[in-house]
Nanobody, 125 residues
Framework: QVQLVESGGGLVQAGDSLRLSCAAS????????MGWFRQAPGKEREFVAA????????YYAGSVKGRFTTSRDNTKNTVYLQMNSLKPEDTAVYYC??????????????????WGQGTQVTVSS
């Protein structure tokens, strides 16, 4: 069982940066692949970024590649999403998620068993 709590969201202006954190409870955090998703009002939840636990390989949606970076610190049971050069279209509720290795694919929400409650990111123009 893994419980996830996101933090770090807020209201910023276009071009600013934010760093989201996702703190996990559970002794096996280091063996979970971690993902970030976002959902804007009236839209479906979409993949943003992910990091594989074994190789630390990262994956990014095309819309954020080059601007966002995900990382993890297994000693702190925390995964991060550094967001730079934010745009108004990045406005959404951001969720972190944890998924096991069996059959895992980074972009599918169904591949993640555990989800946080979400944190709001609002980017004004």
């Amino acid at each position: 069982q893994v419980q996830l709590v996101e933090s770090g969201g807020g209201l910023v202006q276009a071009g600013d940066s934010l760093r989201l954190s996702c703190a996990a409870s559970g002794r096996t955090f280091s063996s979970y692949n971690m993902g970030w998703f976002r959902q804007a009002p009236g839209k479906e939840r979409e993949f943003v970024a992910a990091i594989r636990w074994s190789t630390l390989t990262t994956y990014y949606a095309g819309s954020v590649k080059g601007r966002f970076t995900t990382s993890r610190d297994n000693t702190k049971n925390t995964v991060y999403l550094q967001m730079n050069s934010l745009k108004p279209e990045d406005t959404a509720v951001y969720y972190c998620a944890a998924g096991g290795s069996a059959g895992w694919g980074p972009v599918s929400p169904g591949a993640y068993a555990y989800w946080g409650q979400g944190t709001q990111v609002t980017v004004s123009s």
